[in-house]
C-alpha cells in the first residue's frame, strides 16, 4: 500500500480512538503518513489542525483536517466511495450503528477508562460491573446487527464493529491487570469470537497494539496520573 | 407501499425533541407526537427506548431510533427532500462536528450558566463565552449554519435562539450579547422567525415557569450538597 502524502493521520499507538481512523483508512486501501505526537506533548500541526479540542485523532486529507474519530471515519467512507462501505446500507441499520457507537463513547468508554483511576476497591468493582453491564448490552445487539453473520457489520468489518473493536487491546488490558475476565466463551460467546476475528482482521492486526506494550503505557499513565495528583 | 406510520416521542420543554420536530416539519412528514411527562415516562416510551428510556424517540413502522443527532441522520436518509446534511464529504464532517460540538459543549455551558451559582456560575459562563465564539466564527459569511440554507447544525444548536432568552430573562442577564456575538444574534433571529420554526416553538409562558421550576431545583440540590 503506498504512503500517500496527501493524507496524514495525526495520533498515538495506544488511543483506541486513533485506531478508528487508521483501520478504516486500511479497510479503504487508503495509504496515509501516521505522525505519532510525543506523548505528553501536543504537536503545533495538532494545535493548529483541532484547534477546539486539541485532541488526536485529526485526519488531513489534502490540507484540510477533519476531528473526531468517529466522524473521520464516516469521512473516510464518504470520501472514498469506491471501496466496500463502512456503513450499513440501510438507513435503519445505519441508526443502530450510530446509537451503538454513541452508546460505547458516551456511556460505556468513561466507565472503562475510569477503573484506572478509580479510588478504592468499591469505586473499581462499581465501574467494573458498568464495563461488564454495557458489554452484556453489545453482546444482546451483536445478533440482531450481524444477522448471523461474523461482524457487526455483516461479512466485513463496519462501523460499530471499528467503533467497538478498537478497544478490545486495553479490554485485555484492563482484565490482566484486574485478574477479571470481561469477554469470554461462556459469558459473552458472540463477543468472543467476534473479538478474535476483529483483531486478527488485516485491516486491524498491524494497527492493534499488543497488550505487552499496552501494560507498559498504562504504567507511564498511572505514573502521570499520580504525578498530577500530588 | 406499505403506509408510513412516523411517531414521535417528545417533551414540552426538551430542545431535543424539538430539533426532530423542526427536522420532520422542514421535510413536509406527516407524524404523530406523543409529548411526554418526564416525571410519568410511558410504558410505550420504556418498551422502545429501554437503555436509556429519554426522548426523543422516533418509531417509524414501529423501529424505534434513539438519541437525537441519530434520529436526525435517519430523518435525512428516509426522506431525502430538503436535506439538512451537505453532499461533499468534508461538509458532512464539518456539519457533524459542528453539531455535536453544540451539544457535548456549548449546551452543558449555557445549561450550567444558568443553574449553578456564584464561583461555579462564572466558570460556566466563561466556558460557554468560550464555546459561543468557535460558533460566532463559523457564522463568517453566512445566513444559516448550512449556508443559504437551514441545515442540521441549525437544527441542533437552534435551541439558542428561543431558549437562550427564555433563560436570560430568568436569569435577568444577557448571555449572548449582541456586541460580542453580531453574527449570531442575527442568526438567532433568522432562526427562531423562519416560518416552519417559528410555528413549532413551545409555549413562551409555560416554558418561563418550567425553566424558573428547573432552576429552583438546581439551586436547592447545590444547598444539600
Known sequence: MATSNNVKILGSFASPFVMRARIAANLKSVGYEFLEEKFGQKSQLLLQSNPVYKKIPVLIHGDKPVCESLIIVQYIDEAWSSGPSIMPSDPYDRATARFWATYVDDKWFPSLSGIARAQGEEAKAALIQQVRDGIALLEEAFPKCSKGKAFFGGDEIGYLDIAFGCFLGWLKACEMMNGIKLIDDATTPHLAKWAEKFCSHCAVKDVMPSTDKLLEFAKVLAAKFKAAQS | ?225
Open chain 2, 1 to 225: 407501499m406499505a403506509r408510513e406510520e412516523v411517531k414521535l416521542f417528545k417533551s414540552l420543554s426538551s430542545p431535543y425533541g424539538w430539533r426532530v420536530v423542526w427536522a420532520l416539519k422542514l421535510k413536509g412528514i406527516e407524524y404523530e407526537v406523543i409529548d411526554e411527562d418526564l416525571a410519568n415516562k410511558s410504558p410505550q416510551l420504556l418498551q422502545y427506548n429501554p437503555i436509556h428510556k429519554k426522548i426523543p424517540l422516533l418509531v417509524h413502522n414501529d423501529n424505534p431510533i434513539a438519541e437525537s443527532l441519530v434520529i436526525l441522520e435517519y430523518v435525512d436518509e428516509t426522506w431525502k427532500q430538503y436535506p439538512i446534511l451537505p453532499q461533499d464529504p468534508h461538509e458532512r464532517a464539518a456539519a457533524r462536528f459542528w453539531a455535536k460540538f453544540g451539544d457535548a459543549k456549548v449546551l452543558p455551558s449555557i445549561w450550567g450558566s444558568f443553574t449553578k451559582q456564584g464561583k461555579e456560575q462564572e466558570e460556566m459562563f466563561e466556558e460557554a463565552m468560550g464555546n459561543l465564539k468557535c460558533l460566532e466564527e463559523q457564522l463568517v459569511g453566512k445566513k444559516f449554519f448550512g449556508g443559504e440554507k437551514i441545515g442540521c447544525v441549525d437544527l441542533a444548536v437552534g435551541w439558542l435562539g428561543y431558549w437562550v432568552p427564555i433563560l436570560e430573562e430568568i436569569l435577568g442577564m444577557k448571555l449572548i450579547g449582541k456586541e460580542k456575538f453580531p453574527l449570531l444574534s442575527v442568526w438567532m433571529e433568522n432562526f427562531s422567525n423562519f416560518p416552519i420554526i417559528k410555528d413549532n416553538l413551545p409555549p413562551r409562558e409555560e416554558m418561563i415557569s418550567t425553566y424558573k421550576a428547573y432552576q429552583k431545583k438546581y439551586h436547592s440540590l447545590a444547598v444539600k450538597n
